[in-house]
């Protein structure tokens, strides 16, 4: 395997699908790009539903057969349920394009593509790297602007790496965000706490009348609660449930919870359209929680 470079067109901070697409994207153009990225991949993360409109962006880094032929859970469409009184709405992917379906992924398989794929694209791509300082510089007359970044390898290996541009794909603990910026704001419409776990054995959701047409997903909201099941290859389907992180901390204080999985299980009961789906389901993994309180930000800068 190559060693970290000591410089580069480009440093990307992070491999996730952010990292890793703008990684085959520019190393596709012809800069010499770097990632350095913190886990070592495959690494579990939460998000497996996607829309039709990433497809042209798949197809833009010559990834989308990539994907297409992977396996990943086939979405043709997805029903939205705003009232448990009323009928769905309907979204049909497929009604004016049978090829314009969206999929279900595993976070851990997709994300992992999409790093060996920038990798293949000429990117030089370095797992288990955290970048632990970001050197500030300036041409005279020119802004102080980020010009090196100081890594550290899960061995204790540390260097440094000189660079022309930088992107910070590091997601909510972004570096230069968070350290160096401090530009993060809280949007109090999305602090929320969502709460997940997968299960094993249930229905799917067939749009009626076309009985012969199963959707990936199907969304609630019911109250203040906004609820969803989507499917996976793994025939696992996830329901998640999403609400405001005030009113769910004073839930979990007011009725004195042991532990997430009663506050999970109690706001289940408010979706019974999911409850109906999941049917004789069995839990097969354990409960997941996250926050969702901050933009993620995205930084390029020009030495």
Same mark, same amino acid.
């Given at each position: 395997?190559?060693?970290?470079?000591?410089?580069?067109?480009?440093?990307?901070?992070?491999?996730?699908?952010?990292?890793?697409?703008?990684?085959?994207?520019?190393?596709?153009?012809?800069?010499?790009?770097?990632?350095?990225?913190?886990?070592?991949?495959?690494?579990?993360?939460?998000?497996?539903?996607?829309?039709?409109?990433?497809?042209?962006?798949?197809?833009?880094?010559?990834?989308?057969?990539?994907?297409?032929?992977?396996?990943?859970?086939?979405?043709?469409?997805?029903a939205v349920k705003l009232n448990q009184y009323k009928h769905e709405g309907y979204t049909d992917f497929i009604a004016l394009d049978s090829n314009n379906n969206s999929w279900n992924v595993i976070r851990s398989e997709f994300d992992e593509l999409l790093l060996q794929h920038a990798s293949k694209?000429?990117?030089?791509?370095?797992?288990?790297?955290?970048?632990?300082?970001?050197?500030?510089?300036?041409?005279?007359?020119?802004?102080?602007?980020?010009?090196?970044?100081?890594?550290? !390898?899960?061995?204790? &290996?540390? @260097?440094?790496? =000189?660079?022309? %541009?930088?992107?910070?794909?590091?997601? #909510?603990?972004?570096?230069?965000?968070?350290?160096?910026?401090?530009?993060?704001?809280?949007?109090?419409?999305?602090?929320?706490?969502?709460?997940?776990?997968?299960?094993?054995?249930?229905?799917?959701?067939?749009?009626?009348?076309?009985?012969?047409?199963?959707?990936?997903?199907?969304?609630?909201?019911?109250?203040? !609660?906004?609820?969803? &099941?989507? @499917?996976?290859? =793994?025939?696992? %389907?996830?329901?998640?449930?999403?609400? #405001?992180?005030?009113?769910?901390?004073?839930?979990?204080?007011?009725?004195?919870?042991?532990?997430?999985?009663?506050?999970?299980?109690?706001?289940?009961?408010?979706?019974?359209?999911?409850?109906?789906?999941?049917?004789?389901?069995?839990?097969?993994?354990?409960?997941?929680?996250?926050?969702?309180?901050?933009?993620?930000?995205?930084?390029?800068?020009?030495?």
């Amino acid at each position: 395997m190559p060693s970290i470079p000591t410089c580069a067109q480009i440093l990307i901070i992070g491999g996730g699908p952010s990292g890793s697409y703008a990684a085959s994207a520019l190393a596709r153009e012809g800069f010499s790009v770097v990632l350095l990225e913190a886990d070592k991949f495959p690494r579990y993360h939460i998000g497996e539903s996607l829309l039709p409109s990433v497809r042209p962006f798949l197809k833009f880094i010559d990834a989308e057969n990539l994907v297409a032929t992977h396996g990943f859970t086939t979405k043709p469409g997805a029903a939205v349920k705003l009232n448990q009184y009323k009928h769905e709405g309907y979204t049909d992917f497929i009604a004016l394009d049978s090829n314009n379906n969206s999929w279900n992924v595993i976070r851990s398989e997709f994300d992992e593509l999409l790093l060996q794929h920038a990798s293949k694209s000429g990117a030089l791509v370095f797992e288990e790297t955290k970048v632990i300082d970001i050197e500030f510089g300036a041409k005279p007359g020119s802004q102080e602007r980020p010009v090196a970044a100081t890594w550290k !390898t899960s061995t204790g &290996e540390e @260097g440094c790496i =000189r660079f022309d %541009y930088l992107v910070d794909a590091s997601g #909510r603990n972004g570096i230069m965000s968070t350290k160096y910026l401090n530009n993060r704001r809280h949007n109090k419409s999305l602090k929320n706490i969502a709460c997940w776990g997968y299960w094993e054995g249930t229905d799917k959701y067939i749009r009626a009348p076309l009985e012969r047409t199963p959707y990936g997903s199907r969304h609630f909201k019911v109250e203040r !609660t906004y609820s969803f &099941e989507s @499917g996976d290859s =793994r025939g696992l %389907y996830g329901s998640r449930h999403e609400y #405001r992180q005030e009113e769910s901390c004073q839930a979990m204080c007011r009725r004195r919870y042991r532990h997430i999985e009663e506050h999970y299980l109690e706001e289940l009961d408010r979706a019974p359209g999911l409850i109906r789906l999941l049917g004789d389901a069995k839990l097969r993994t354990s409960y997941g929680t996250d926050y969702d309180q901050e933009r993620r930000v995205i930084t390029a800068t020009q030495q």
